[in-house]
């Protein structure tokens, strides 16, 4: 089959009816939602991109299960180069968008599982691997989004899953059929939820062997019965809502959060990938973490790189750009976000090939690149605002901009260095506060901080001594 | 005159007739509008409080210029403890407040004039110090909020203000007549404008001698023909349009920035404060700003205090608080605000008398304050987003947990440690959320880069070795 | 009796024999051993001082025991405004001998004993207060150098004093007779001990019920019986051993820490200021740590000034000095440095009496100063090192540029901007040397990190919020 | 030829005469000199693990120019995966000698010179590259330590070469002859001179078209006639004369900086690799330091494994391991330490063939780990102060725990958890002492601040943005 294209891929999410709900209403249209729609289009330029000739060896590889030519994002990584290209891709996608593309946790999940279930079998005499590859190429042939999902609901977080005195605080199984599982629980804050067309399901964390019902892993179509979905809300979500876009900031991309709900959803056995082997669901979680923090170390620099370029260019239209401390924090900001860069193709580069045949990144330095990304982002944010000025948060909005009465002295005040330099500030400084504090900084700071954080026994540090 | 309560403050507000512009729209009704109201509430805080027997002497002061009992925030520092009270009161009223209660800046420009004015008249001969004692005992007596102003639009950063393309880039006497002077400019970003009474207006840095038309102070009412204002938007701004309060965060409360223009605005002598002396506009904005960065050695403290509580609760609620990387972080929090209370007290106990009789902070310190300023707060917010956990930036809007149907699962799955946490979590998150991304943060972290922000001669560096 | 000169106190210390030991060996005369000379030369600038005019005020006061006039190192602080001369005094000196001068100890210790002492007796109807006055009036009027003993051998860190397998890992009473107690143990690491007249010494940490005989607080001569004395080896301490001086860096000044071993010493009852009060061993460390983290904010900021502006003078001598991301790290350290000073004098300016009618400082601010001690000085002095140069650290000896055969050509490539830039940069060159990485460094880096650090209950942490 | 061992290297120094001088004397035996030999040892570790078959194929490589085996130290890299086995080499040795072990400089200028030649022969019809294949040719087969220089006296930083009051300031060709150049100038604190075969000099920056004098690349031996060099001294560096060597820290390994005079020194043609072309000395001086960099994420990262490692065994000897913030402090350590290893392996990985065909790193990527080595090991070493205790500064002599009389006195005092702590204790202190303050800071600091640290045009900044 051949790859989707944007289109194709918009098309697809159309015919479907999710039991979705954002500020206490039912939608039916979540396609053309305004709020909605922008993190569709993000997710839909990793379907673009595979399309460019320019980004096809990028975007675009050979599947190792089928020998068709397949979406990047759908891959087991065959070599450290396919690993490093990982890292690259995002980091392309992510100066594309702007934005988070939420196409890679179903990445990361595939080959962590992958992996687990190859080992799992090995010891368990199972056959969950054979399982999740006929559910990969499937994925692979045509050419799905895939959202990963791995924090739980969570309750008290002082409590273990088993302990918990609501049993749902985690997902779990709650009836185990001839046909299939049942399961119950909610996962937290997924990214990219709603605009994809499968969910693989992994535990959170380590398990005590009487947690037997929380060690499961399985995959169903977004629409599958008993699926509901929240809408989580972000700063500024109803900018989106508004006539004139520019107050959006970044117009056209953004992310997703949705609070996700198995209300009792059967899942077939050939669906299941895991099924009480809590001996495994630390090293699931953990080559699924690792995955997820090398990837950090792509998307989280081409959103710096969009942050910086914009910076650059209000420090122009501000005629500021010539100041040498300017220049200096211009350097700055770039060092930091190189550093993520080099600890994200680092962990790619001493990766290693698994038992199963994919690629591991090295877990020590993926750790390190998560490390790195709970704190440059901040202080590259941080430097930004620093440098686009205090009209970041007081200049008037856009209706102010195309009032007939206000509007000439809006403009005439706000104009900057050179004659094209007030509508050219409108827009980048928006487009700064949308990554700073707006609906980007949902992704590019706090889920930065939050994303891909587990370490199994550590209290939630990344402790490489262990 | 009795000071004014809370009660009389808000009622004097209502009869007036402002040009005031919001969303491309003119406002009649700007009190009790509800993206507005929360910063009239939070000025109205300084009335208030002055009224409670348990912070009269913190919030009260004798008047050096009538022997009357003043709100603080219209008094001449006459001593080292006055300095350090008005740090005090400002971070009592960060805690109450949770934002900026924007009455500092009409404070701090009262002690910068006095004593500039003074020395102006003993070098020049000429008469403003008087004419200034008696404006400010028109507002002492009134008790009136007053806001100072000095940011211009400044236009192109790399021209100073007779060189601009645009001469009013820089507010500036486009006439002066036997009456008084006709002024035209912009002062951006001014915190606290529309619910002040007068306006008082400085130059926004050095100037030449050949800038003459650009050293200007003066004092209008903020109802003086020629006033146009129109209202800056801040990050999730329209959440206080929504029906369920509780997205807003902190609720009651908040800042206002408003693109302050003055259409030819008409100022009769007597409120005329410096007329061309060039060679003081230097003397007077370092004072402002250098009693305007004391100021945020109180006020971003006490809104610190708001923010590292809520953190400290959730933290409760999540079941995270006994962990002790969650303590050691909390501790951190807590060392970075209370090294800014440090500065702020630092420069006020090293204060000296000026010329005139008032109190002038140390400048060196209170620079030293600024650029920790600059820095701890957004490092202060990166800990809390830690602490708070990811559901800061991915939980369902206020009507969702109020829909009937699915509020119950969303309130279940929200759940944390305790009976009560459910609500609680959600009100704390968005208040973090507030502070550290929202309408908070203009005031928490972006004003905090930029407010204060002016060194002469400096290219904005903070330069404590010339 | 009058102050003593500088030349007073060098004699005071020649007619003792101390049990000192120093590389292996017994030293008879102390007094002008190269290697001790210059500590003692620190400790006598608090005496020059105090002579000189110019710091009259600063230097010496009037003592709330006996009226007359003394020593500002012997004085029990009667005032906020005490308070802050204290941390201005030590900045001074600090800038002064560009090294720890040694006599703060005891004044910190002075303090903390005399309220602690106080209270001790209104609860347990003792007379350790009175005897302590009589002992504080002999040191005011015979103007003595006092050295305040807290920290304790400590052995394994993870027992209490009672818990020890050897149980004089912290010192302790072995025996109480009629005419007083015997003591064993040793203090580890004290600053300025064989240039001091008296040893006060305090217990080490917080203490339980049955802990009583380590409960202890006493003084003695620097030279009673059964006192050994072990001299600490520092960084490039033997430079001072060599014939030319210009590689110590710090010709004239610098610290000295000793082992002190109290090898079964008798202490008659008049000295004997707690005895087994286990309930007040928190409060009097407490007392003396927060003291001398205010301390702290006042000496490591005068030897952050002698080492900032060591560095401004190379960068001068270098031909560097006008680069403009040189003057971004000039500023850089002293805004770091300032930041110290501005804790040093807000925990100053918030003092409060003592029930002894003394003032302590705020325990809470003096922490924030100490957290931020073991932090900047080594920001500052990593700067420091950037500015410097390579030739920090690759510098031929003095000798070398005293040698007729290579002399002239060291000198000839040791020549910066300047005709006498030579030997100033060869000068400064090892003065920074020695502030950052040999002997001012034990001070300026280590100590700041080690000094004051006592937290009761916290294991090592400063915890404003417990 | 076979590899040399490490008793062949140190033998082929015995048999030369140097003009050599230390402490204002010229040396004649410096091989077994105790101030010269750590160096010596450090560098021949180059050669024993050569020897070792568990290090072989890190150690060890075959020249892209016989096919030879080779020592790695004289390769040219022919891959990304050599760049990252040089990054692993260096991080191995550093493990191994704790400190600089100097044979890296020759190995970064091998490559830099070869392919900077070549594309200087295809710009300027010259025949450098093949007289420089040659002079490889002869070191690896000969297995040669050589160094590297590049950084000139430089006299007055803010003139270029040619401006400067003396023309030596900058090392330059003073007579161009038929058989060759007379060169003179100096080379400052050159690593790793005296205990290498061969000395390879480079430009120390870009130069002007009128500087052609300056635009010299060239191999001398080190006992060439007419060099002297004058051995630069280091923190704690007699201690190494001292009869017990524990105090030294590291005893048996050290670095070596040399004052490296060319005294009108005569250079053969065929020895000359670069004769006027002022248009190569950017390109040179960059791929010089650019691979420099690079080596700074191996070597400093190993000498940081082993300070990390020391500070670990502290804590236990301390009794203090199991504290969580003490384990917090190692994490950090260890993060830091990894992201410099991260930025060493991610601009190898990167890395691309040149036109000469061996392979250069990523050039931005090596800045960015350069900037990292300027900070991260500075705070590494004041955490790792943290963690060793006050004793690390005031601990005695090795010689009073051997004194009969107090040795037993200070072995007790300075006893920590467990029988064996004192010995532990004591070695593990001068180590800290010798990395953090000491010899071993003089490269794992200050060098790391100042080595490979050109970047044209920028003055000094390390510029990823231009």
Same mark, same amino acid.
């Given at each position: 089959m051949a790859l989707k294209t944007a289109q194709d891929y918009i098309d697809s999410l159309r015919n479907r009816k999710l039991n979705l709900y954002m500020f206490g209403e039912k939608l039916?249209?979540?396609?053309?939602?305004p709020i909605i729609r922008p993190s569709i289009n993000a997710m839909a330029m990793t379907y673009k991109m595979a399309q460019e000739p320019e980004y096809e060896d990028l975007m675009t590889t050979t599947s190792s299960l089928t020998g068709e030519k397949i979406n990047r994002f759908t891959h087991l990584h065959q070599s450290t180069d396919d690993l490093r290209n990982k890292v690259k891709m995002q980091r392309m996608l992510g100066q594309k968008t702007g934005c988070c593309f939420q196409r890679c946790v179903g990445m990361d999940a595939f080959n962590a599982v992958f992996s687990t279930t190859f080992e799992m079998d090995a010891k368990h005499g199972t056959d969950y691997h054979e399982r999740f590859k006929k559910f990969l190429i499937y994925v692979q042939q045509n050419d799905l989004a895939v959202d990963g999902c791995m924090t739980d609901a969570r309750g008290d977080r002082s409590k273990s899953p088993g302990q918990?005195?609501?049993?749902d605080a985690y997902l779990h199984i709650v009836e185990r059929r001839d046909d299939g599982i049942i399961v119950r629980g909610c996962k937290q804050h997924q990214t990219g939820m709603i605009n994809s067309h499968e969910i693989l399901v992994m535990p959170n964390n380590a398990l005590k062997d009487d947690e037997k019902d929380w060690a499961v892993t399985f995959a169903v179509p977004v629409d599958a019965p008993g699926m509901i979905y929240v809408y989580g809300r972000q700063s500024c979500?109803?900018?989106?809502?508004?006539?004139?876009?520019?107050?959006?900031?970044?117009?056209n991309f953004g992310g997703q959060e949705v609070m996700t709900i198995f209300d009792d959803v059967f899942v077939p056995w050939e669906r299941?990938?895991?099924? /009480?082997?809590? $001996?495994?669901s630390t090293m699931l979680v953990e080559r699924f973490a690792g995955y997820h923090r090398q990837s950090y170390g792509g998307c989280k620099v081409g959103t710096g790189d969009t942050l910086i370029g914009a910076v650059k260019a209000i420090t122009d239209y501000n005629g500021a750009a010539k100041a040498s401390h300017i220049k200096d924090k211009m350097v700055e900001m770039c060092h930091l976000n190189e550093t993520l860069f080099a600890c994200g193709i680092a962990c790619s580069a001493e990766g290693r090939k698994t038992a199963a045949g994919n690629y591991m990144i090295d877990l020590l330095l993926a750790n390190i690149c998560k490390q790195n990304v709970t704190r440059f982002p901040y202080e590259i944010a941080r430097i930004a605002q620093d440098l686009a000025?205090?009209?970041?948060?007081?200049m008037p909005s856009a209706q102010d901009f195309d009032n007939p009465e206000i509007g000439p002295l809006v403009k005439k005040y706000m104009? /900057?260095?050179? $004659?094209?330099?007030t509508e050219k500030r409108q827009r980048l400084l928006r487009l700064i506060e949308n990554i700073t504090m707006g609906c980007g900084a949902v992704a590019y700071l706090t889920e930065s901080m939050h994303g891909a954080g587990f370490t199994p026994g550590a209290e939630n540090h990344d402790c490489p001594i262990g």
């Open positions: 039916d249209d979540y396609v053309d939602h918990q005195p609501d049993p979500d109803t900018r989106k809502l508004e006539p004139n876009k520019i107050d959006v900031g970044n117009i299941v990938f895991m099924n /009480g082997e809590t $001996d495994f000025g205090g009209s970041l948060v007081t104009r /900057g260095a050179g $004659d094209d330099s």
